[in-house]
């Protein structure tokens, strides 16, 4: 990628950084106190060079406050020499959350993280990244972090936090009693033998993982049948019929990134390769993975088993799990099985079965059954058994004997190690918890669980750019991490330092002379020794896997039948499922994610109650199912009641769900202090008990009278019909009419257009002046919205490269949302179970631009590159740019969005980017600064031109399915060159002979042939 | 005492006695003399002699200079000294410099006519030597005042009332400054 | 030449007064001494004018979020009042300059006030268009001079044309009407008694002295300013009408739009002249200078600019039919039928279906009736533009980007606070200014112009007068 070839290959230290910053005593000690927005030392006029001296200061701090030296971080290959004011750095690190390693770089100017990227060489996410990884980056700088331990009600030392904490270790151990640690699941192998070590030197003390979404499902189905606790990580890749039962494996999937990047790559057929997956979803919501279906089946909960049963039958699996299932499918759900059950069997061993793995140990089974009698499952197969999460066994056991430890009276002390219980966990666990006399947290927010009301300790956690540590990938993969900064609070070390100090205070043997959690990694790694590997090792962010030795046992089919199903009744269900934007809730204090439209419902700021149409209508919402009355529905309020609690949820119909099923999303809801993060309500609180992810039976649904929820959606209810035709923006073909090239629908055909043109690809030119002639480079884009599933990964890693401000719900509601690309969901067919289309929407960079035209004041002009730029120090903001653009593109400042940034937030600011002020309107740039740091490294190589490839847009970097090319259209070797000639590409609004720079690949269905009428659009 | 005569004055009030007036008194070889209306009266100035005003060809040179700003302002700024890339569109064509063009001829009328009107009329002329006169107040009024001035070489005190009275004006009498 | 063949008209000065009865009666309203009714009114629309002013002041320190304006609607009762103030404006240079060049005398009446209410309504609309912008402070950088950035405006932008046009009326208009006022400002001076206004009015006058040398040149002066007014009203609304035509946004590029606003400023004008009027003549008397038959005129030129506008309202759609441009289609039944049904159909009933009441002489001779149908059709106007902004931004082309607009408390003080400075600039012309054309009033009053060389074998006063009168201006 650019930014690193170019770069040198050396290292750099911190020392250079602190050198840079005038030694440790540039910041006295009292200026981290208190609450950080009245800290001059993080004013936000604190310069970048004043900011290095807080980070080598606090650095500084944190080795008088622990006695850590200061470790020597490596950065990425090729990087400079020393840290260069203005010139970035990336470091190769690892963004390891639950039990999944996304490599990623991280762009680093003066010290300061301002960026976060995959890492190529990652098998996870190979260079692309989440819209959860690249936001994490807000959160280091969040302003509600806990800045101080506390005891009790006072601010304290972290000394002292962690001495109260050993004296209830070893109280725990006086009463032999436990002291347990709740911990998050992870992918460390260090954490791992951490844990393990630090119980051996601490008997009492000892570790249960619970995480805030328990579905073990896969795990138990695994289990039993491969004989591997843990969940199995199939190759999209490797498959041709993907059947996915409630599956959301493209959108709020641990690996979604992974499963995009795979599923994408079969997903992009042309003339010449008229060839693509197919993909089958039955599923209760509108998932992403629904979205993205080819063919989509609406299921009540209730049918999934007989579902999975059906196709077990009709597949003809030797030793069926769920003959006994059969009977219960209704006609539908038959014939849909039937037909994805033939699907597959012209699949052989290239068709997968996937089920949810909030769903029964049983689905899971028979999926994998079903896979496996296909011919699927085995080494090097599309479902491979060597390819497990790590630490990705079944965690409820483990929590079941935790709650009835604790109900006993057992359990002493609860330290929760980045864990939010209290708000995550099920109504038993928490009754539970309340039992146990000694709760601690180390966390990095002052939330539900480290309050003073629950916690009598709290020290705050480091985040995972300021700790050390490593993680393993599904397939072995291993890489460290590496912490980008020093810990921006009072010397607080990571969570694992933390608990090492705890284990040394009530056993001083433990750990011998090992002073950090860094050591501790650092001999794991048996590297101790060996700099140059150790070194390599942090360059490249990944240390490939030794052959893995993992034999495949065949699947022993049998062995399932014992598992068990679910019991979900017909009745009213509802569904929590993670959110697309904050998944389980961790940054749930993160304004980039918060708003972050949901790709389906466009909903920010909220967690909602979606249901179906019919639904909205037997509540009482809505007069019938016409759009116009069914919309009267939305915003209106309902109590939802189930065996574990209610909750008060907003109404929003979703086309195409299943009736009598009602989806919301876990994550919202946050009560603590934080102010952002208290939009929503918490659906874990009336989540099934046990599996916080999956289906509940709804006891009681209430209308709240007169109550209406103020909701702020991007997009409203628009489906490509007007009631006028369709419109010809959004345009899909299926692979039937790939195959038979029947693609007129793609052409636009207006005045002035000669017979048979293809205006769409190649506009004719109509203009009464000469055009203008583009010499050097010509900037484009293509986007192929067949691989595009709307992931949004690009909207955030957009956001975080150009400084786009959060501007707050009620802007939104007003309209307002500065996110520069827009992902227009569109929905086609008929209102009961729709497809749906998304459509990157960013700046065109119009040839002729038609905000060029009507800008009194040339503020925004064409580039001899052709980009389309806007001067914001010369608008004087009359927004005649925006009305005039055919695609809604531009964002205007209505207020000064950047003015309240509360420090440190201000910190995340990408310095090559300016800030706009209010008055001032802007749109995507391509990246400008990227283009012009490519220039440089281009001039100093002595090279005229930039190569293809070597600029890289930050969407297009971000993309898990590589949908997005960017590149020079002049040279006609560019991959955007050869993309643009593409067959299945088209200009939106093409008639209006603006003459986009930017090309979309149409969407493409795998579906038979349409007739060419309706094949038009 | 010694009255330095200004001129004479005399009042019509009916707009045919007036206009015949007028003929009369210019055949009479007079130069230096006026008459003062409430409001313009029709062929008036015809009779006195009046030649045609030059206000016109004022009138046009503005137009000219309003043109020939608006092309060079638009055409120098566009293609010479800043070129920029707009929307596709040349540095500089004349497709759409026509409202411009147009809105400065009209303003460069305007501004030469007004300037020209004051110029010939002698405005502003915050001194008139008749000012201070009785019946000249009222040629902005009701009446018709004939205005014959000292310093017109045929002047005399008495011939000029003579001509006056005989032409049926009233109220005719000298004006002195003293 | 036209009038030759005109029957006896009706005298367009009631009671045949004399040219003194004439000077002191305009002259008095000068003299009189200020009265409370005036005093509280004044006080009430200066508090109007104050409130849109804090309003103005409240936007520039928040900035444009302060409105109701988002997304896709990047111009909502901004530019709406703008084009309904210029609107405003055209009457009053129609009736000074088109109707002069037409020679009908009637307006010599009407022509000093609605002239004064064309620079006040462009006063309002430079306030909208200067503060509707997101940085207002920059307002001088819409206007070509040399400066740091080396850069100039855009002639390409209907915005850099709006800015001549509106700015070359504005001097337009102020010269002509003044130009206008000299000889009565003369008057004045030598009427009033008190020392002060004969100082006031003797400076303004410029030492006007009624010399026929000087008429000479005046007339001419005075006929080309006619002459050049004309096509720059035209032009100017045209010239806005670009700001939409000039976009690629279905509803607005279409070539229909400057002789269709054209057409409604004409419209709109007249109805604003005729409210003002219609207060005018009963509070400052002026029942015999401004008489029926001026409101009945004005009366007939509503209800035949309101028939073209009808007209352009059917044949946009017809247009969007006939182009078969499924946008252009839809957007228009979406004016029919969608979010902003409401304003079209408020625009249609006061527009186009009011007016109608005009085809009959009696109630086009109705003052209370007519005083009602001209604020109507001020609202039908002022919707007119609202409808075609609005409906046009909130649903274009892509469905993903479609909105929804309604004003804030501010946007809406904003527009009542033009409306306060716009009546408190009237008001105090009409104390302080001559708002009847006293000179011109004179030469159309019977047997104001010679007779005796005309061959005409008739001598109908007034009918003689008027036909003289008229070739005075040629």
Redesign the interface.
């Given at each position: 990628m650019s930014d690193r070839s170019q770069q040198h290959s050396n290292v750099t230290t911190w020392k250079s950084i602190e050198q840079l910053a005038g030694g440790a005593n540039a910041l006295p000690q009292g200026e981290f106190s208190g609450d950080v927005t009245s800290a001059p030392a993080f004013d936000s006029t604190v310069s970048r060079r004043g900011f290095m001296a807080l980070v080598s200061a606090s650095m500084a701090l944190t080795a008088t406050a622990c006695r850590r030296p200061l470790q020597k971080l490596v950065p990425a290959v090729k990087s400079a020499q020393t840290v260069t004011p203005g010139l970035p750095l990336d470091y190769a690190t690892v963004y390891a959350q639950r039990n999944v390693a996304y490599g990623s770089l991280v762009k680093s100017r003066e010290g300061r993280p301002i960026k976060v990227k995959g890492n190529e060489l990652h098998p996870s996410n190979c260079g692309t990244a989440s819209s959860e990884m690249q936001a994490s980056l807000l959160s280091l700088y969040d302003p509600d972090r806990i800045r101080r331990p506390r005891v009790n009600k006072g601010a304290t030392s972290y000394d002292v936090a962690v001495t109260t904490i050993a004296n209830a270790v070893n109280e725990a151990q006086a009463a032999g009693k436990k002291a347990v640690v709740i911990v998050d699941e992870h992918c460390s192998p260090s954490f791992a033998s951490l844990v393990a070590d630090i119980s051996t030197a601490v008997p009492a003390l000892s570790f249960v993982t619970v995480p805030p979404i328990i579905a073990d499902g896969a795990a138990m189905a695994n289990g039993a049948l491969l004989g591997i606790d843990g969940e199995v990580v199939p190759d999209l890749g490797k498959a041709t019929v993907i059947v996915s039962v409630d599956h959301d494996f493209l959108g709020t999937d641990k690996l979604a990134v992974h499963h995009t990047g795979r599923y994408a790559a079969r997903r992009t057929p042309s003339l010449a390769t008229p060839d693509m997956s197919k993909v089958i979803v039955a599923e209760a919501g509108y998932s992403l993975t629904g979205s993205n279906a080819d063919i989509r089946v609406k299921l009540h909960p209730s049918q999934f088993e007989a579902f999975l049963a059906v196709i077990e039958k009709t597949v003809g699996v030797s030793t069926p799990l769920g003959s006994g299932l059969v009977g219960s499918a209704d006609a539908a759900t038959t014939a849909a099985a039937e037909s994805a059950a033939a699907a597959l069997k012209q699949a052989g061993a290239q068709g997968v079965v996937l089920a949810g793995r909030h769903l029964s140990a049983k689905a899971n089974a028979m999926a994998l059954n079903i896979s496996n009698a296909l011919g699927a499952v085995g080494t090097g197969k599309a479902i491979d058994p060597a390819n497990v999460l790590p630490y990705s066994g079944a965690k409820g056991a483990a929590v079941r004997a935790l709650i009835a430890d604790m109900e006993a009276g057992n359990v002493h002390a609860l330290v929760f190690g980045d864990v939010n219980p209290e708000y995550s966990a099920d109504r038993a666990f928490r009754t539970a918890m309340a039992k146990v006399p000694f709760l601690a947290a180390i966390n990095l927010y002052e939330d539900e669980t480290a309050s003073a009301r629950i916690s009598s300790v709290s020290i705050p956690a480091a985040h995972w750019l300021e700790s050390w540590g490593d993680a393993v990938a599904y397939d072995g993969t291993r890489t460290i991490q590496q912490p980008l900064i020093a810990p921006l609070n009072e010397g607080v070390p990571s969570l694992q330092d933390t608990l090492m100090n705890v284990a040394k205070k009530v056993n001083g043997a433990a750990f011998g002379e090992m002073a950090s959690y860094y050591e501790y990694v650092r001999a794991r790694w048996n590297a101790g020794a060996d700099e140059a590997a150790w070194n390599k090792a942090l360059q490249d962010g990944i240390v490939k896997p030794v052959a893995a030795a993992v034999s495949a046992a065949g699947v022993n089919a049998a062995a399932g039948s014992a598992l068990p199903g679910a019991s979900i009744a017909a009745g009213r269900v509802l569904v929590t499922t993670p959110s697309l934007a904050l998944y389980d809730g961790r940054y749930a204090n993160n304004g980039w994610l918060l708003e972050l439209p949901d790709p389906v419902t466009k909903i920010t700021w909220d967690n909602v109650a979606l249901m179906s149409p019919a639904m909205a209508v037997s509540l009482g919402l809505a007069s019938s199912t016409a759009p116009k009355d069914v919309i009267k529905a939305n915003e209106q309020v309902i109590v939802i009641s189930t065996a574990n609690g209610s909750i008060e949820l907003p109404v929003w119909v979703q086309v195409g769900m299943a009736d009598n099923v009602i989806a919301t999303q876990l994550g919202y809801g946050h009560t603590f202090a934080a102010a952002q993060s208290a939009v929503g309500s918490n659906a874990y609180a009336v989540a099934a008990s046990g599996s916080t992810n999956g289906y509940v039976a709804i006891k009681n649904i209430e209308v709240v009278e007169g109550k209406r929820h103020r909701i702020a959606t991007t997009q409203n209810h628009h489906t490509l019909d007007d009631g006028n035709g369709e419109r010809p923006v959004a345009k899909w073909v299926t692979l039937g009419d790939m195959k038979t090239n029947n693609l007129a629908s793609l052409d636009t055909h207006y005045i002035g257009a000669k017979d048979g043109e293809k205006a769409g690809r190649a506009p004719v030119p109509l203009?009464?002046?000469?055009?203008?002639e583009y010499k050097g480079h010509r900037w484009g884009m293509v986007i192929d919205m067949s691989s595009c599933t709307g992931c949004s990964s690009c909207v955030v890693a957009c956001q975080s490269e150009n400084n786009i401000p959060v501007v707050g719900k009620d802007q939104v509601l007003r309209g307002r949302e500065m996110q520069w690309i827009r992902l227009d969901r569109y929905y086609v067919g008929d209102m009961d179970n729709p497809q749906s289309i998304v459509e990157p929407m960013l700046c065109q960079h119009c040839?002729?631009?038609?905000?060029?035209?009507v800008?009194p004041v040339?503020a925004t002009?064409?580039?001899?590159e052709g980009l389309n730029e806007m001067t914001y120090n010369r608008c004087v903001g009359t927004r005649y740019c925006l009305n005039n653009c055919p695609y809604k593109v531009r964002r205007f400042n209505f207020l000064n969005y950047h003015t309240d940034q509360r420090s440190p937030l201000d910190l995340v600011f990408n310095p090559d980017v300016t800030n706009r002020m209010r008055g001032v309107m802007e749109k995507c740039t391509f990246c400008v600064q990227r283009l012009h740091e490519a220039k440089y490294h281009a001039k100093d190589q002595g090279r005229a031109r930039i190569n293809d490839g070597e600029a890289v847009t930050a969407c297009q970097e971000a993309c898990p399915a590589s949908a997005i090319i960017f590149g020079d259209m002049n040279d006609p070797n560019s991959r955007v060159s050869q993309m643009r000639s593409h067959e299945r590409s088209f200009t939106v609004l093409a008639e209006l002979n603006v003459?986009p720079a930017v090309t979309y690949l149409a969407k493409v269905q795998n579906a038979p042939a349409r007739p060419a009428k309706d094949g038009h659009h | 005492m010694s009255t330095t005569p200004i001129g004479v004055i005399g009042e019509f009030t009916d707009?045919?006695v007036?206009?015949?007036a007028?003929q009369k008194i210019a055949h009479a070889g007079y130069t230096k003399w006026?008459?003062?209306?409430?409001?313009?009266?029709?062929?008036?100035?015809k009779a006195?002699g009046?030649k045609r005003?030059i206000?016109?060809y004022i009138?046009f040179a503005g137009l000219c200079g309003g043109l020939s700003t608006a092309l060079g302002?638009?055409f120098w700024?566009?293609a010479v000294?800043?070129p920029?890339?707009?929307?596709?569109?040349?540095f500089f064509?004349w497709?759409?410099?026509i409202?411009?063009d147009?809105?400065?001829s009209?303003?460069g009328?305007?501004?030469a006519?007004?300037v020209?009107?004051?110029h010939?009329?002698r405005?502003?002329?915050?001194?008139?030597k008749?000012q201070n006169d009785a019946s000249?107040?009222?040629?902005?009024?009701?009446t018709f005042v004939v205005t014959i001035d000292a310093d017109d070489d045929r002047f005399s005190a008495e011939g000029a009332q003579q001509l006056l009275r005989s032409l049926g004006a009233e109220n005719v009498h000298l004006v002195t400054a003293d | 030449m036209m009038h030759e063949q005109e029957p006896v008209r009706e005298s367009l000065v009631l009671g045949n007064p004399?040219?003194?009865d004439v000077?002191a009666r305009i002259a008095s309203i000068v003299e009189s001494k200020i009265s409370l009714k005036y005093l509280l009114t004044l006080g009430f629309t200066a508090t109007m004018a104050g409130w849109g002013l804090f309003a103005l002041y409240y936007t520039i320190t928040t900035g444009i979020g302060a409105w109701g304006l988002n997304n896709p609607i990047g111009w909502g009762w901004d530019i709406t009042n703008f084009v309904f103030w210029i609107g405003i404006g055209h009457a009053g240079t129609l009736i000074s300059a088109i109707l002069f060049l037409w020679r009908q005398k009637w307006r010599t009446a009407i022509n000093r006030s609605a002239e004064a209410m064309t620079i006040f309504a462009v006063i309002c609309a430079l306030t909208m268009v200067l503060s509707h912008t997101g940085r207002p402070w920059l307002f001088y950088w819409l206007l070509?001079y040399p400066n740091q950035m080396?850069?100039?405006?855009?002639?390409?932008s209907?915005l850099?044309?709006d800015v001549?046009?509106v700015n070359?009326y504005f001097?337009?208009s102020a010269?002509?009407w003044f130009?206008g006022l000299?000889?009565d400002l003369?008057?004045l001076?030598?009427?009033v008694r008190s020392e002060v206004a004969k100082k006031v009015y003797?400076?303004l006058s410029?030492?006007?002295?009624?010399?026929?040398?000087?008429?000479?040149?005046?007339?001419?002066?005075y006929l080309?300013?006619a002459g050049?007014s004309t096509?720059?009203v035209l032009?100017v609304h045209s010239?806005v009408s670009?700001d939409f035509t000039v976009g690629i946004l279905p509803g607005w590029h279409t070539t229909i739009f400057p002789p269709y606003f054209v057409a409604g400023a004409i419209f709109s004008g007249f109805a604003m002249v005729m409210t003002l009027l219609v207060i005018a003549r009963e509070i400052l008397d002026l029942k015999q200078f401004i008489t029926l038959k001026h409101l009945e005129n004005m009366n007939k030129i509503m209800l035949a600019t309101g028939m073209m506008v009808g007209y352009a309202y059917g044949m946009e759609f017809f247009i969007a039919w006939y182009s078969g441009s499924d946008w252009e289609n839809w957007i228009f039944q979406n004016r029919l039928f969608g979010d902003y049904a409401w304003a079209y159909w408020t625009m249609v009933t006061c527009n186009v279906v009011s007016p109608q009441v005009y085809w009959f002489k009696n109630l086009r001779r109705n003052i209370p009736l007519m005083f009602v149908i001209s604020i109507f059709i001020n609202i039908g106007m002022w919707f007119e533009r609202f409808t075609i902004i609005a409906t046009t931004l909130h649903h274009d082309f892509l469905p993903a980007s479609w909105g929804y607009y309604s004003p804030t408390w501010v946007e809406i003080s904003i527009f009542i606070g033009t409306f306060g400075i716009f009546l408190t600039l009237f008001l105090l012309f009409a104390k302080f200014v001559p708002v009847i054309a006293?000179?011109?009033v004179?030469?159309i009053l019977p047997?104001?112009?010679?007779?005796?060389?005309h061959g005409h074998g008739h001598d109908d006063h007034a009918e003689a007068s008027s036909t003289?009168?008229a070739?005075?201006h040629s």
């Open positions: 203009s009464i002046t000469a055009d203008y040839e002729n631009a038609p905000c060029e035209n800008c040339a002009t064409h580039s001899p003459r | 707009p045919n007036i206009t015949h007028a006026d008459i003062h209306t409430p409001y313009p009266v029709h062929g008036l100035d006195m009046v005003s206000l016109t009138s302002l638009q700024t566009g000294d800043y920029l890339n707009i929307g596709g569109k040349g064509d497709q759409f410099s409202p411009i147009f809105e400065l009209i303003l009328t305007a501004i006519t007004v020209g009107l004051f010939l009329c405005l502003p002329t915050w001194y008139h008749y000249f107040a009222k040629a902005t009024d009701d | 004399s040219m003194r000077t070509p080396q850069m100039w405006i855009n002639f390409r209907p850099a044309w001549f046009a070359t001097a337009v010269l002509f130009v000299i000889p003369a008057t001076r030598n009427y003797g400076v410029l030492g006007w002295t009624g010399s026929t040398r000087h008429w000479h040149h005046y007339e001419i002066a080309i300013l050049i096509p720059l032009s010239v670009f006293i000179a011109e004179k030469s047997g104001a112009q010679p007779t005796h060389h003289k009168s070739e005075v």
